[in-house]
């Protein structure tokens, strides 16, 4: 379970700190799809981008099965 205060824009390496138990290569999948999606650019230029806007944190949180608690 995650805080909601928890969710917020953060960094890669935060988000997958967060998210403990997920294996890198999952997690790098879906985060730089999900950035890709939602900033309409392609999913080599998310592999550059360092930040996760909340909105796409809470994305990623909710794909990988987490709860989010108030």
Not at 9 to 36: C, M, P, Q, W
Not at 48 to 58: D, F, G, M, R, S
């Amino acid at each position: 379970m995650i805080k909601k205060e928890q969710i917020k824009t953060i960094g890669k390496i935060e988000l997958h700190r967060l998210l403990y138990g997920i294996s890198r290569y999952d997690f790098r999948e879906v985060t730089n799809t999900t950035i890709a999606k939602c900033r309409n650019i392609s999913v080599e230029e998310a592999k550059k981008k360092k930040l996760v806007l909340a909105h796409e944190v809470l994305k990623v949180v909710d794909y990988f099965g987490f709860e989010v608690i108030e």
